[in-house]
């Protein structure tokens, strides 16, 4: 079984708008009250032995069990009974959002993310069906539970041969967007390392540095709509608060966010297109994400959007059958890929690779992407030296 996920516009009608937007809320309500649940629970079973507590107890008795995914589940149902405003949203809809809530739970848990937060007016963006009844889907126009048949703008084909599995309505600056999961019941086999491999170095001063000696370029027009932001975003802080132009201003912010958005994965895919070109085999950093982000250069590195690039470039590898791997990112610029012997840490100034041992010179980044493809090579089991073609090599002085 795999999966797809497309998307689509949707031209919904303005009783449809109205209904999604007030789903939206109540689903936003549900979260903040099930957090708070949660949150409550938390806060007494947390105590400090080195002060009292001055300002308030917690009245939770102390044999509560802490409130869970089923648990929440239980008290909505029995509670949606009793809510008139809350028997107009889909049951089933209502509970996803309480599952996203325990995604968050256990993405804290596992991955140390940050303690979930309450959602303000607004920000919660969309909502998800679990399932769709059988045809869902006639010519341009789905059909979904207690809605009815919306419009969307068919810009791709949907493959007859799959399921929809799932559909999520996401509401953005632009307007409304379905995205659908699409689902095929045939196991794919895993794709074997074959073919010729490359290296990628991801970088600030180039988007990412190939083995092969190839440079690709952070996109320009995203420098361009950068500085397009900049000037929007004063441009809302001089409007009074709560004024209609404020609004608008605003919305002109967010719909230009969405933009560089769009033009960040459009490079992406551009991108991930390319090294699919080149090889059988790609090789990657296993970059600590978060680590870099808070680091000086954070801002740059979440700019660049490296996490999304690497879930793009792992959906293009699996779609193109090219194999993917990962590979430790410890030392790749300190070590000479020609001779494998540590150089000694470079500055960042410092753009060339030049050893002082063979007389190997390149770029540094190129350098840096050579040393990640002969660890992916060594992983995969392959002998033998790398070759890099089209690189300059200089004779030893
Ligand atoms: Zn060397």
């Not at 549900?30 to 409550?40: P, Q, S, T, V, W």
């Not at 004063?234 to 709560?242: D, F, L, W």
């Amino acid at each position: 079984m795999f999966s797809l996920t497309y998307e689509f516009k949707l031209k919904p009608t303005s009783e449809q708008i109205a209904i999604f937007t007030d789903w939206l809320e109540q689903c936003r309500r549900i979260y903040n009250y099930a957090l708070g649940e949660r949150k409550d629970w938390f806060k007494s079973r947390s105590c400090q032995i080195n002060a009292c507590s001055l300002r308030s107890e917690y009245i939770i008795p102390a044999d509560t069990i802490r409130p869970t995914y089923a648990k929440q589940c239980k008290a909505l149902t029995a509670y949606r009974k009793t809510s008139p405003r809350l028997q107009k949203v889909q049951s089933q809809v209502l509970q996803q959002t309480l599952r996203r809530l325990e995604q968050a739970f256990v993405s804290m848990w596992e991955q140390s993310h940050g303690f979930p937060r309450f959602k303000k007016p607004g920000t919660m963006r969309s909502f998800v069906f679990p399932q769709l009844s059988k045809d869902a889907i006639i010519g341009n126009t789905i059909k979904l539970p207690m809605i009815g048949w919306v419009k969307f703008r068919q810009s791709r084909e949907i493959p007859a041969s799959s399921k929809v599995a799932q559909a999520r309505i996401v509401c953005r600056a632009t307007g409304w967007y379905i995205m659908l999961t699409l689902q095929w019941d045939v196991t794919v086999p895993d794709i074997m390392p074959h073919g010729e491999g490359i290296g990628i170095d991801l970088g600030i001063s180039h988007f990412a540095a190939v083995s092969n000696g190839k440079l690709f370029p952070n996109p320009r027009p995203f420098k361009k709509l950068e500085r397009k932001l900049k000037l929007l975003q004063r441009s809302v802080s001089r409007k009074v608060k709560g004024s209609n132009n404020r609004k608008k201003a605003q919305f002109k912010v967010s719909k230009l966010h969405e933009r560089i958005a769009n033009v960040r994965a459009y490079y992406h895919w551009l991108y991930a297109h390319n090294l699919c070109d080149w090889a059988g085999m790609i090789f990657a950093e296993d970059l600590n994400l978060k680590g870099l982000a808070r680091g000086f250069l954070g801002k740059h590195c979440l700019d660049a959007g490296w996490g999304q690039f690497f879930q793009i470039l792992e959906q293009c590898c699996f779609k193109r059958g090219v194999f993917f791997l990962k590979v430790d990112s410890k030392k790749t610029s300190q070590i000479c890929p020609n001779c494998l012997i540590e150089t000694g840490k470079k500055d960042l100034s410092e753009r060339t690779h030049s050893c002082q041992h063979c007389g190997y010179t390149t770029d540094r980044d190129v350098a840096a992407a050579q040393v990640v493809l002969i660890r992916g090579l060594a992983a995969v089991g392959h002998t033998g030296l790398a070759c890099f073609p089209r690189v300059k090599r200089l004779r030893s002085p």
